[in-house]
Nanobody, 127 residues
Framework: QVQLVESGGGSVQAGGSLRLSCRASGPTYSRMYMGWFRQAPGKEREGVAAIYIDGSVPHYYYPDSVKGRFTISQDNAKNGAYLQMNNLKPEDTAMYYC??????????????????WGQGTQVTVST
């Protein structure tokens, strides 16, 4: 069982930055997917970043919409992940969720494949 808690959301002006944190509690696993998803009102949940940790080798995934602006990283204690978001745009406004799964997923960006979820943290970007 994995418990996830996000923090770091808030309000920022366009062009600003935020860093989200996802703290994972429970056993430490050598293989895990951790992803960040977001959902704006009236829109489907979408993946914005993921890291697949298989032993000591991490693999990173991003959609084109955030490449070069968002960076996912594993925290030093390997019990969570960060999402650094730079050059934020109003269209990045959404509730952001951390997700995790212990299996090898066929795709990193299908939110319904992830078994564990945090409660979400709101990100609001104003013009």
């Amino acid at each position: 069982q994995v418990q996830l808690v996000e923090s770091g959301g808030g309000s920022v002006q366009a062009g600003g930055s935020l860093r989200l944190s996802c703290r994972a509690s429970g056993p430490t696993y050598s293989r895990m997917y951790m992803g960040w998803f977001r959902q704006a009102p009236g829109k489907e949940r979408e993946g914005v970043a993921a890291i697949y940790i298989d032993g000591s080798v991490p693999h990173y995934y991003y959609p084109d919409s955030v490449k070069g602006r968002f960076t996912i990283s594993q925290d030093n204690a390997k019990n969570g992940a960060y999402l650094q978001m730079n050059n934020l745009k109003p269209e990045d406004t959404a509730m952001y969720y951390c997700a995790a799964d212990l299996r090898v997923l066929p795709r990193w960006d299908r939110w319904h494949d992830y078994a564990y979820w945090g409660q979400g943290t709101q990100v609001t970007v104003s013009t």
